[in-house]
């Protein structure tokens, strides 16, 4: 590890706490489908909601991608687009809720839902640009502990936001509660943008000059589909995303009867369990990747999604909630690192933003549609539809663990170490 990589992970390890803190207040897995319960919601809209908070992100990478291919994509282009469709839509989001939420519910739902749409949706479609960045700023034989870094300092924010958001949500009444979440999350995301902005560019993004016109673009993505292991590992996303449209259920259905009746407040803290594991794995299993490889960490993130469904489908009760809850941190400990590396390492060819975006695009049908599915699905089986949902989670374990092979094992492409 370089000097300027170390500045660079310790900076940006700093402003993923204000990025943690910030999502700890705004949860899509706790804060966001209970604030939408308070509204009088369905389980439908809850499923739709939760679609857009994960793969809304997804849905225009392609468009930016053949927009943008042509800018210079360090910080000055990231992190003022990112700020324009964070924090104004965040703002507006805990005005909406403010103002509507006790006399006009419906319309407050439905605002809520077109902010989170132009937010998560135009925020998310330069992704790629931050992950080709992040790719930039660290090598190989460092990424996984410098992403593991900011994964887990990140998930240590979330926990103590989750904390947090308890406390205001057990102090102040409905609506103002949530309002007062969601400013405060939109003050920290500035601060942390700062932090970002604070950081140096290293000389290789200078000379990266990948540029995409529409039929380069289609040739990368058929370099990349014709490597077979990444269709493999392709595959396996698409399998577990089938099984985990139902974790943005959990908070709802432990507030419920058939889950415990647990109070709303004591739902939010114990979330600080979904991000807890990340801040304590998420360096140790970047470790382990760098040195053996990164399939293992994701096969782990594969078994603790599965063990999560099962416990919230066979658990009641507060001690239930926490047990699913710290699973499912686990498995995102080994998600948002591992599964990168995986793709950095699965690319074929010279242009990372081209097989990113296409993972994304591959990924998206389905992480859209299979939370609205699994809303349906609950209102028509309740409890049961977790029980249903382990069975495709069960079988990504099984396919991740034996027709993936770890991509440093086989010989992808040639490429030279400032390329990767």
């Given at each position: 590890?370089?000097?300027?990589?170390?500045?660079?992970?310790?900076?940006?390890?700093?402003?993923?706490?204000?990025?943690?803190?910030?999502?700890?207040?705004?949860?899509?897995?706790?804060?966001?489908?209970?604030?939408?319960?308070?509204?009088?919601?369905?389980?439908?809209?809850?499923?739709?909601?939760?679609?857009?908070?994960?793969?809304?992100?997804?849905?225009?990478?392609?468009?930016?991608?053949?927009?943008?291919?042509?800018?210079?994509?360090?910080?000055?282009?990231?992190?003022?687009?990112?700020?324009?469709?964070?924090?104004?839509?965040?703002?507006?989001?805990?005005?909406v809720v403010a103002l509507l939420g006790r006399e006009r519910p419906t319309l407050g739902i439905g605002l809520v839902l077109g902010l989170l749409a132009v937010r998560?949706?135009?925020?998310?479609?330069?992704?790629?640009?931050?992950?080709?960045?992040?790719?930039?700023?660290?090598?190989?034989?460092?990424?996984?502990?410098?992403?593991?870094?900011?994964?887990?300092?990140?998930?240590?924010?979330?926990?103590?936001?989750?904390?947090?958001?308890?406390?205001?949500?057990?102090?102040?009444?409905?609506?103002?509660?949530?309002?007062?979440?969601?400013?405060?999350?939109?003050?920290?995301?500035?601060?942390?943008?700062?932090?970002?902005?604070?950081?140096?560019?290293?000389?290789?993004?200078?000379?990266?000059?990948?540029?995409?016109?529409?039929?380069e673009l289609l040739s990368k993505f058929g370099q990349s589909l014709r490597e077979v292991n990444f269709r493999n590992y392709l595959i396996g996303r698409i399998v577990l995303t089938l099984g985990g449209g139902v974790v943005g259920f959990y908070a709802a259905h432990f507030g419920s009867p058939a889950g415990g009746d647990v109070a709303p407040a004591t739902v939010i803290t114990l979330g600080m369990f979904i991000t807890l594991p990340q801040a304590a794995f998420a360096y140790l299993l970047g470790r382990l990747g760098d040195r053996s490889g990164h399939k293992a960490s994701v096969v782990v993130g594969a078994c603790a999604l599965a063990a999560s469904i099962a416990v919230a489908w066979l658990g009641r009760g507060t001690l239930a909630c926490g047990v699913t809850f710290a699973l499912l941190g686990l498995s995102t400990a080994a998600g948002w690192g591992p599964h990168l590396n995986m793709l950095y390492e699965t690319c074929p060819h010279d242009s990372r933003v081209a097989h990113i975006t296409l993972s994304n695009l591959v990924l998206s049908p389905f992480l859209l549609a299979v939370p609205v599915a699994t809303g349906w699905l609950r209102e028509l089986a309740g409890v049961h539809a977790f029980g249903l949902a382990l069975v495709p989670a069960v079988v990504s374990v099984l396919w991740l663990s034996f027709r993936v092979k770890e991509p440093r094992s086989i010989e992808v492409v040639e490429m030279d170490e400032g390329a990767r």
């Open positions: 590890m370089d000097s300027l990589e170390r500045s660079n992970v310790i900076k940006c390890t700093g402003a993923h706490v204000l990025f943690g803190l910030g999502g700890g207040l705004t949860s899509a897995f706790t804060v966001l489908p209970l604030m939408l319960k308070a509204l009088g919601a369905s389980d439908l809209v809850l499923g739709v909601a939760f679609s857009l908070a994960t793969a809304g992100w997804l849905l225009l990478q392609p468009l930016a991608v053949l927009t943008f291919g042509r800018r210079k994509r360090g910080k000055g282009f990231v992190v003022p687009w990112s700020l324009a469709f964070s924090v104004p839509w965040i703002v507006a989001i805990g005005a998560v949706v135009g925020e998310g479609m330069i992704f790629p640009f931050w992950d080709d960045w992040f790719a930039h700023l660290f090598s190989r034989r460092f990424r996984g502990r410098a992403l593991g870094l900011v994964s887990g300092f990140m998930g240590l924010g979330i926990s103590v936001g989750a904390v947090l958001a308890g406390r205001v949500q057990g102090a102040l009444e409905f609506p103002l509660s949530y309002a007062v979440l969601f400013w405060a999350a939109a003050g920290l995301l500035v601060v942390a943008f700062g932090g970002i902005w604070w950081m140096r560019d290293p000389a290789s993004l200078a000379r990266d000059a990948t540029q995409h016109t529409f039929g």
